[in-house]
T-cell receptor, first 115, second 112 residues
Framework: EADIYQTPRYLVIGTGKKITLECSQT?????MYWYQQDPGMELHLIHYSYGVNSTEKGDLSSESTVSRIRTEHFPLTLESARPSHTSQYLC??????????????FGPGTRLTVL | GNSVTQMEGPVTLSEEAFLTINCTYTATGYPSLFWYVQYPGEGLQLLLKATKADDKGSNKGFEATYRKETTSFHLEKGSVQVSDSAVYFCALSDRGYSTLTFGKGTMLLVSP
């Protein structure tokens, strides 16, 4: 079973606040990802990292930023939250297998509501 | 570019009915294919996967066969249970890349 954790699970916050969503994994995976899931269930990749000090933007443009200072930790930050940021945020990780595909393991998600 | 198309839901079935959720894909290379499941209030869990043509992935009574000729990876289960009610996502990963391309998800509702 995958060991990937996200905190908080639920967050309600006012417009303009700075927030950080935490994601940690204990599996030693080198790759980590952030997805945004809209109310219609669709998943959009917003950030990913292939290792420490490596971060890339995903398919969906996002005002959030990420950092990867430690292998196990991949926090996502919103400098100034807005109602349009209301969504579910899912973190995932995978290990390089060298066989052409990596299986991603997902955390439970953070449901963010910005008022 | 890569894309995944799933049948729209919700799919509503009675317990013990047969399930099929269609999934087709477009990819430039030779992708690996996945089905993930999301139960209410939770993250995604890997349900099954297949890495090459004609491979069959299976888990918990669910099956899907990688059909290169029809670019499909349909999910099937012979007898669904109420506990199978969830959202199912088809996804692909192109060889050499780690990022996943997801379909839009199909909600399955099973009634007793």
């Amino acid at each position: 079973e995958a060991d990937i954790y996200q905190t908080p699970r639920y967050l309600v916050i006012g417009t303009g606040k700075k927030i950080t969503l935490e994601c940690s994994q204990t599996m030693g995976h080198d790759k980590m990802y952030w997805y945004q899931q809209d109310p219609g269930m669709e998943l959009h990749l917003i950030h990913y990292s292939y290792g420490v000090n490596s971060t890339e933007k995903g398919d969906l443009s996002s005002e959030s930023t990420v950092s990867r200072i430690r292998t196990e930790h991949f926090p996502l930050t919103l400098e100034s939250a807005r109602p349009s940021h209301t969504s579910q945020y899912l973190c995932a990780s995978s290990a390089s297998t060298g066989v052409g595909f990596d299986t991603q393991y997902f955390g439970p998600g953070t449901r963010l509501t910005v008022l | 570019g890569n894309s995944v198309t799933q049948m729209e839901g919700p799919v509503t079935l009675s317990e013990e009915a047969f399930l099929t959720i269609n999934c087709t894909y477009t990819a430039t290379g030779y992708p690996s294919l996945f089905w993930y499941v999301q139960y209410p209030g939770e993250g995604l869990q890997l349900l099954l996967k297949a890495t090459k043509a004609d491979d069959k992935g299976s888990n918990k009574g669910f099956e899907a066969t990688y059909r290169k000729e029809t670019t499909s990876f349909h999910l099937e289960k012979g007898s669904v249970q109420v506990s199978d009610s969830a959202v199912y996502f088809c996804a692909l990963s192109d060889r050499g890349y780690s990022t996943l391309t997801f379909g839009k998800g199909t909600m399955l509702l099973v009634s007793p």
